[in-house]
């Protein structure tokens, strides 16, 4: 139905583009570009949908719309009845507001109209708006590319506005925020700043260097400058991605033998019935996978099969997935039943799995499952047990420590979005800063100092591609892309 409601506005627009070259005095002139317009608020029915349009032509398209047809104070809300501009017809009785640039969100003169939600209003104001001449629909992130065109949002930001938008988990928000507070571009700046002085000190020595009134130590100071920053990337580099994994999910994979209660954990972390659970087992044959909030971080959340001897083709195959799994994971999840532990399969996972898999340092919490089925003196005789959680999936007694300990897990694997550095969130970010480095060592080596002011060059156009200075149309698109229309 939006979609509908979408063509029937372009196809508007597209009609008043031909009435362009008549218009009359009282209209703008429209040679400084495109004025857009765009449901900004989500589809579906609502008490209010917000629509926005930016560009020359905003102040115009008020006027068109709105009665009285002077323009209201700027930045403040003003109620007013929305008629058709050609039939008079009235639309909707809505609040309006005028943000005339370069103080608005992309910089141009826009309009904000907060009508109510309902299809027919909604249909009916984006049908209006495409009559009036110079104005066409939006494209996806078209605002937000404005904003960055007019030095509103750098790129850094922009990325941020994007991940706010896509935000899930309480640790995404925060990270987002940080970003499109301009934490990550202001250090990039202060690092091209850097750049800035060094290369000066070596231009300055290439130009002056037989000169008795430069000053002592130029050079030093530069390889003083450098060295700096190159701890400073290094460190940033050195972060295990844990910005990209606060972005899209750290991988937990839950592994353990048969009938340990595997898939009723993932369904109890899920808070969904997404596995089979049975006490038949290997209930589990192929990996199931799930997109989850853990404790306020991301996580792709795998149930895998049950680890032995598989009995059939098809089991083993999924026994070999879940080792794949296993090397892949950021975090494991290793469930044991607690009212087993002195059985051959409990033994064995222990030995070959949970002590393997600490060898390897990688992450891992031990579960003891079915913490109900214990007598009241507690665990029984058994083998000796690594640091544990006892849990019971059936009663939730000792989730509220899982998820502490899946808390502190997931922020050294994802990092604290709430301290420290600004995170590296995109494969983009990381390419620049590597590049930089580069470049930087690069300066190092070289004992030509007209190479070496082009390395310093070289490595701050990176920082400046990355907070987006002569980035190429390519990247934009692709990061543009990422944005709904209207946004």
């Known amino acids: 139905m939006w979609r509908e409601l979408w063509t029937l506005a372009a196809r508007a627009a597209r009609g008043s583009c031909r009435l362009c070259t008549r218009q009359s005095s009282g209209a703008p002139a429209f040679g400084s570009g495109a004025t857009i317009f765009?449901?900004?608020?989500?589809q579906g029915r609502c008490g209010i949908a917000v629509i926005r349009t930016s560009g020359p032509a905003s102040r115009h398209a008020l006027r068109s719309l709105t009665a009285p047809r002077d323009l209201p104070q700027a930045r403040s809300a003003s109620l007013r009845l929305l008629s058709d501009p050609h039939t008079g017809e009235p639309?909707?009785?809505a609040l309006v507001l005028w943000f005339p640039g370069p103080q608005s969100f992309t910089g141009e003169d826009c309009v904000e109209f907060h009508v109510?939600?309902?299809?027919a209003v909604v249909s009916g104001v984006l049908q209006a708006l495409g009559s009036v001449p110079g104005l066409r629909p939006a494209e996806a992130g078209e605002f937000t590319r404005r904003a960055f065109a007019h030095g509103k949002l750098s790129l850094t930001e922009v990325e941020g506005l994007a991940d706010l938008i896509h935000a899930e988990t309480e640790a995404q928000r925060r990270q987002a925020l940080r970003q499109l507070d301009g934490e990550l571009g202001q250090l990039c700046h202060s690092w091209a700043e850097t750049l800035t002085k060094a290369?000066?000190?070596?231009?300055?020595?290439?130009d002056f260097g037989e000169d008795d009134n430069l000053e002592e130590g130029v050079l030093e100071q530069a390889d003083s400058q450098v060295q700096g920053l190159v701890v400073a990337l290094d460190a940033h580099l050195r972060d295990a991605r844990r910005g990209q994994r606060l972005r899209s999910g750290a991988h937990v994979v839950v592994t353990g033998p048969p009938n340990a209660g595997k898939s009723s954990l993932v369904n109890l972390l899920s808070q969904k019935p997404v596995s089979i659970v049975s006490p038949e087992p290997g209930t589990t044959r192929d990996v199931l996978e799930i997109p989850v909030d853990?404790?306020?971080f991301p996580a792709l959340l795998s149930d895998t099969a049950g680890l032995r001897e598989g009995v059939g083709p098809v089991e083993q195959e999924g026994v070999r997935r879940a080792r794949e799994r296993l090397e892949q994971a950021d975090l494991i999840l290793a469930v044991l039943d607690a009212s087993d532990l002195a059985s051959p399969s409990s033994c064995s996972?222990?030995?070959t799995v949970v002590a393997l898999l600490g060898a390897q340092s990688q992450r891992l919490l031990l579960v003891l499952n079915k913490s109900d089925l214990l007598p009241s003196a507690g665990l029984g005789p058994g083998p000796d047990l690594p640091p544990h959680l006892l849990l019971s999936c059936l009663t939730r007694e000792g989730l509220d420590g899982l998820l502490e300990a899946l808390k502190k897990e997931l922020a050294v694997v994802c990092g604290d979005p709430s301290t420290g550095p600004p995170l590296l969130t995109r494969a983009r970010h990381r390419h620049h800063l590597q590049g930089c480095l580069d470049a930087l060592g690069h300066y190092k080596q070289t004992r030509d100092l007209a190479l070496a002011a082009e390395a310093l060059r070289i490595a701050r156009r990176h920082l400046t591609h990355l907070t987006g200075g002569g980035g190429t149309e390519e990247v934009l698109d692709i990061i543009f892309r990422d944005f709904c229309v209207g946004k």
């Open 116 to 119: 109510h939600g309902g299809p």
């Open 349 to 351: 996972f222990l030995d």
């Open 294 to 296: 853990l404790a306020g």
């Open 38 to 42: 765009a449901l900004s608020s989500g």
């Open 91 to 93: 639309l909707d009785r």
């Open 199 to 206: 290369l000066a000190h070596v231009e300055a020595y290439i």
